[in-house]
């Protein structure tokens, strides 16, 4: 029933701010931007994920969190803080299993990173 893939969608407040963070700080590319209707779409690097917005008044921050898998999240995080990313207090770790950090994209959506720590 379901096909491979999946689509995040986030309300945001400036459109074109949220695109220059997803890209230029996370390194995601645009697939899709319609400005006529404040819409776009950006790839992530995991094939299928992709992840939409569309300008509206009034936003309110996701508590959720989109959580991108990363090899070494120390390594990762200090690449993202280089780049302007502020991340929420310290790298948690959930012994034997994950570390995760997180930090907010320009509208407040939670964001984490994660490293599997099950896999030798």
């Known amino acids: 029933m379901f096909k491979p893939g999946i689509t995040v969608w986030y309300s945001v407040k400036n459109l074109q701010q949220t695109l220059d963070f997803y890209t230029q700080k996370l390194g995601f590319s645009v697939t899709f931007h319609d400005p006529e209707s404040s819409m776009a779409m950006v ?17 309110v921050p996701s508590t959720s969190s989109t959580v991108f898998e990363v090899s070494d ?10 780049r302007g990313v502020r991340f929420q207090g310290e790298i948690e770790t959930v012994p034997d299993m994950v570390k995760l950090a997180t930090f907010t994209d320009p509208d407040g959506h939670n964001l984490m990173l994660s490293e599997d720590l099950t896999q030798p």
Not at 43 to 59: C, H, K, L, W, Y
Not at 73 to 82: G, I, N, P, Q, Y
């Open 43 to 59: 790839d992530t690097n995991t094939p299928g994920v992709r992840i939409g917005f569309s300008e509206a008044q009034e936003v």
């Open 73 to 82: 999240v120390v390594a990762a995080r200090r690449t993202l803080e280089d």
